[in-house]
């Protein structure tokens, strides 16, 4: 199988070539690198990665720009999956990233990042189609309350596999994340389909329907 194909996008030097060589180390090829929006939307029309990997604040205006640049990538590059890495643990980054559909996308603290693992397992899950949003982020999703919850019929630990289905775990993640069997885990999330009136999807896209409809209760 052909390694995974990355452009990374980061202003700061240092950084952009620790991450590329994290990368590198967990087998995933890093085609270009660039250290603005401009250059980053550039690359990624010119070599059409696997993921694109982009900070949020990057020149030109060292505002959200790669957040914008981020948005515009899966708009127009729906088949690039597109990994934020961020320092704010701001869930409206998350949500306006997301945007309607959580599949091929990820956000990340960048103290995250600082574990090789969990970095590499970030871009494997975005590349597959998967979600994988940070855990702080998901926290404070799961914290804000509307009046018309969609959440309110789910039970804590229904709530729990949520999150974790939200940061992008396989059901045998959500088992060894919870200590608990992988039956349990598959009871949980039928009942969280049944509960969010999600029964009629095949599975995998129930899985992003739930996440969605956690996202959309912030």
Do not use: C, W
């Amino acid at each position: 199988m052909a390694p995974l194909r990355v452009v990374i996008a980061e202003d700061q030097v240092l950084l952009r070539a620790g991450l590329a060589r994290l990368l590198a180390d967990a087998g995933i090829d890093v085609v270009a690198q660039a250290g603005d929006a401009p250059d980053l939307l550039r690359k990624v029309g010119a070599h059409h990665p696997d993921v694109a990997i982009v900070d949020v604040q990057m020149p030109p205006d060292h505002t959200d720009d790669g957040l914008r640049a981020a948005i515009t990538i899966r708009r127009e590059h729906p088949e690039v999956g597109v990994l934020v890495l961020s320092q704010f643990s701001d869930e409206r980054y998350a949500l306006d990233l997301i945007g309607e559909d959580s599949s091929g996308v990820g956000y990340l603290l960048k103290d995250r990042v600082a574990d090789p693992d969990t970095l590499a397992d970030a871009v494997r899950r975005v590349a597959a189609g998967g979600s994988a949003l940070d855990p702080e982020i998901v926290a404070l999703m799961l914290g804000r309350r509307r009046k018309d919850d969609p959440l309110e019929a789910l039970s804590p630990r229904e709530r729990e596999v949520l999150a974790l289905m939200a940061q992008g775990k396989s059901n045998p993640g959500i088992a060894a994340a919870l200590n608990v069997t992988l039956t349990a885990v598959e009871k949980h999330v039928t009942r969280i389909f049944t509960k969010l009136e999600l029964g009629h999807e095949p599975g995998d896209h129930r899985r992003v329907l739930a996440v969605l409809t956690l996202l959309r209760a912030s």
